[in-house]
């Protein structure tokens, strides 16, 4: 079966360190990675995607996540953390020939403490 | 600007009631998609679209019906078949390219019911 873990409810990291946030996945096929955010009140917002090609994907406010197909994962991190990072964080998967079927983790809390 | 407008944000329902959530994009994009949100479990897909006058249930659909009469218009409606209806509904949009989903989707700020 298709499915994505996020192992950790929350994250608690201190203003100005390195954070990870971890998604492992299982699916056939080839995966199509994705992490969003989400903010209290709010709907998702995109942050970026593995689809294809280099491992390491850069995207908006300075995240970024490693593609590790050998342990099936798609961490994502960020060098320097801020309080305004603070928020709900989504992983989700879908794969060839899985037709517009998005599977979400159960999200991960982070917590950036001055 | 273009986006995703769902409405109302917040929505109050007795038991018994039906009730419809609007969701509009004109970002002319073919693929929509509701999500229900719970603490705890992530989004789970309730119904989605590919295609005007086509939609398809996804994993937790009892209880919910939809129409797809316009490209930009998807409204969702909570029946009172519905057992446990109170949660944070999201809509989202897509591009659907080459037959797979590499397109991220775009999601509107969510309605709230709750069922007194």
């Known amino acids: 079966a298709q499915s994505v873990a996020q192992p950790e409810d929350q994250v608690n990291v201190a203003e100005g360190n390195p954070l990870t946030v971890k998604c492992t996945y299982s699916v056939s096929g080839n995966p199509y990675l994705f992490w969003y955010v989400q903010y209290p009140n709010r709907g998702l917002q995109f942050l970026l995607k593995?689809?294809?090609?280099?491992?390491l994907v850069k995207g908006s406010y300075g995240f970024e996540a490693e593609f590790n197909k050998s342990q099936t994962s798609f961490h994502l991190k960020k060098p320097s953390a801020l309080v305004s990072d603070s928020a709900l964080y989504f992983c989700a998967v879908s794969f060839s020939g899985g037709y517009n079927k998005l599977i979400f983790g159960a999200g991960t809390r982070l917590a950036v403490h001055p | 600007d273009g986006g995703i407008t769902q409405s109302p944000k917040y929505l109050f329902r007795k038991e018994g009631q039906n009730v419809t959530l609007s969701c509009e994009q004109n970002?002319?994009?073919?693929?929509m998609y509701w999500y229900r949100q719970d603490p705890g479990q992530g989004l789970r897909l309730i119904y989605y679209?590919?295609?005007?006058?086509?939609?398809q249930k996804g994993d937790i659909a009892e209880g919910y019906s939809v129409s797809r009469e316009k490209k930009e218009s998807f409204p969702l409606t909570v029946t009172s078949a519905q057992k446990n209806p109170t949660a944070f509904y999201l809509c989202a949009s897509s591009r659907i390219t080459g037959g797979d989903n590499t397109g991220e989707l775009f999601f509107g700020e969510g309605s709230r019911l709750t069922v007194l």
């Open positions: 970002l002319n994009h073919d693929a």
């Open positions: 593995y689809i294809t090609g280099d491992n």
């Open positions: 679209s590919q295609i005007v006058n086509d939609f």
